[in-house]
């Protein structure tokens, strides 16, 4: 099963409206939580990458399909003279829409090192399987 069908996808215009905010950023809303997504194995693997964020400011949270992330980082100190301040500060938020075939309800998270991972597990209905067929009062097992 291809990476790609766990993510589903939504309406292009959105999401080049969505992604253009997310890499450029706007005065509600800083630049962007960078992820990597991947399958390993029986998991769909995903990876932010949110350095110097609290971890007690990191919320996750899951409805149907879609898992929102959220993360904040505290504004600059106004007694500070800046010299240069390039890294996004505020609230920080990214949806994922995935798709059926994953578990929502085991996900787990983990955040070390300033990367956010997510490891959400293919669901047992979207593994292959054996099916029994009955020839003739006999059963066989075929893969599919």
């Known amino acids: ?3 790609a069908t766990m993510l589903m996808r939504t309406d292009p215009f959105r999401d080049l409206d969505r992604w253009t905010q997310q890499v450029f950023g706007t005065a509600a809303q800083p630049a ?3 992820m990597d997504a991947w399958r390993d194995g029986d998991e769909f693997v995903v990876e932010f990458d949110l350095p110097g964020i609290d971890p007690d400011s990191l ?3 899951v409805e149907r399909n879609v898992v929102t992330v959220r993360a904040s980082r505290p504004g600059l100190d106004a007694n500070r003279s800046m010299i240069a301040a390039e890294r996004p500060r505020g609230v920080f938020s990214r949806q994922l829409f995935l798709g059926e075939s994953l578990d929502t309800d085991q996900i787990r998270a983990d955040y070390r090192n300033g990367v956010l991972r997510l490891s959400i597990p293919v669901a047992e ?3 292959p399987r054996k099916i029994e067929i009955a020839r003739d009062g006999e059963r066989q097992a075929i893969n599919v």
């Open 1 to 3: 099963m291809e990476v």
């Open 125 to 127: 209905k979207a593994k």
């Open 32 to 34: 962007a939580m960078p």
């Open 59 to 61: 919320d996750l949270d």
